[in-house]
């Protein structure tokens, strides 16, 4: 017996089905990764899908009170962020770090991490000229050069805005 041609509409017996909620649970884990790596919204619950990283309401709301009391402009979100990942800030400034030193016309150099509004104050300082989303992305490429391509495989291939960024 010969497989069923490839325009076939019915799936091969041989393929796997999920239960819905299952595949919403699966949706909510992505959703939290890109919340916190991509969104800078870690631990959020509103989104479509989202599991605020299965953290219970009062953890967050601690930890919330917990970082506005360190004396810094820094939301609980944002420390979750590719600036602020225990494992990729290093990453990232190095990529910044390499665009400064590829300029000539430079008068200050970004301190780190990287932020919107520090890269806004760094350009009206004389520094590098960079957009917010430029950085995001080029972090991204920065690593898929390095032959790290799994943040940016699942950044591409959930966030539907970036899948036209995809290399």
Not at 20 to 36: P, Q, T, W
């Amino acid at each position: 017996m010969s497989p069923p041609p490839a325009s076939s509409s019915s799936p091969p017996s041989s393929a796997m089905t999920y239960a819905k909620e299952y595949v919403n649970r699966f949706n909510g884990f992505l959703m939290d990764i890109c919340n916190c790596l991509w969104r800078s919204r870690a631990f959020n619950t509103s989104d479509l899908n989202a599991l605020g990283c299965l953290l219970p309401a009062s953890v967050v709301t601690s930890l919330t009170k917990y970082t506005s009391n360190l004396d810094t402009s820094l939301s609980l979100n944002a420390l979750f962020s590719l600036s602020y990942s225990p494992t990729i800030c290093y990453a990232a400034i190095e990529y910044v770090r390499e665009l400064e030193d590829n300029e000539e016309d430079i008068e200050i150099r970004h301190a780190g991490p990287v932020t919107q509004m520090s890269l806004r104050k760094l350009e009206s300082d004389g520094g590098l000229k960079l957009a917010w989303s430029d950085y995001r992305l080029g972090v991204l490429r920065y690593l898929e050069d390095r032959g790290i391509k799994g943040v940016g495989e699942l950044m591409y291939n959930t966030m539907k805005h970036l899948m036209k960024d995809k290399r």
